[in-house]
């Protein structure tokens, strides 16, 4: 009876009904391809979660266009490759390469980007708001997909390598992922990856995965 009373909270936090469990860090390629643009460059996260700015290629000095700014300009480098931006409350946090962005009709356009923190709602600005989690993360292969997100949307996990090329695109049903659903993943090499959740065709957040030998 002690181990089960024990072992319940424990199942309770390890199946996501804490979602601080399943917080993680959402990258963002500064630079892809070779590219003025941050990729994707409209994601919405989860509040706990953190957002990695990761360099690619070319020089983007990188502003917080918030009202009250949430970091310092930064430029990232093959020296200093990626800025962590952590602990951002619910909201919305438009940013702008410097160089690369300006103004149009009162609104900066080219380069820019926004973060999304969801709230305790369905949506943020009337957009649907969905989490998807691998999780163990580091893993060595046998990894189980979770998406937070009642159905009504076509929803697609994306696996892409470290220079952008998609490895996997498997269909998701947030009725069968809900409570997880096991993906293998042994078949690839051990390193860095990148997996994407696509709602309706479009990019919402991206996250990093690596995976072990």
């Not at 199946?15 to 990729?39: E, I, W």
């Not at 000095?61 to 490759?81: C, I, N, R």
């Not at 160089?99 to 709602?121: K, T």
Request: include cysteine; proline fraction near 7%.
């Amino acid at each position: 009876m002690i181990f089960f009373t024990r072992l319940v909270p424990l199942l309770t936090l390890f199946l996501g009904l804490n979602t601080a469990v399943f917080a993680a860090d959402v990258v963002v390629l500064v630079g892809a391809n070779g590219t003025n643009s941050f990729s994707p460059a409209d994601v919405t996260i989860a509040p706990g979660d953190a957002v990695v700015f990761t360099w690619v290629s070319g020089t983007h000095p990188t502003k917080s266009e918030s009202s009250s700014p949430v970091w310092a300009t930064f430029t990232l480098s093959a020296s200093e490759p990626t800025k962590r931006i952590p602990d951002l409350t619910p909201g919305i946090y438009p940013y702008r390469c410097l160089p690369h962005s300006f103004l149009s009709n009162g609104q900066y356009v080219g380069m820019v980007g926004v973060i999304r923190v969801a709230v305790a709602s369905a949506t943020v600005d009337g957009r649907p708001t969905a989490t998807l989690n691998l999780y163990p993360n580091p893993s060595r292969g046998q990894v189980t997909v979770l998406l937070n997100q009642k159905a009504g949307a076509d929803y697609k996990l994306r696996l892409s390598n470290i220079i952008g090329q998609e490895i996997r695109s498997i269909a998701l049903k947030p009725e069968l992922t809900s409570s997880g659903l096991p993906l293998d993943l042994s078949d690839l090499r051990a390193g860095v990856y990148f997996y994407s959740l696509l709602v309706d065709g479009k990019v919402t957040t991206t996250r990093r995965l690596i995976l072990q030998n």
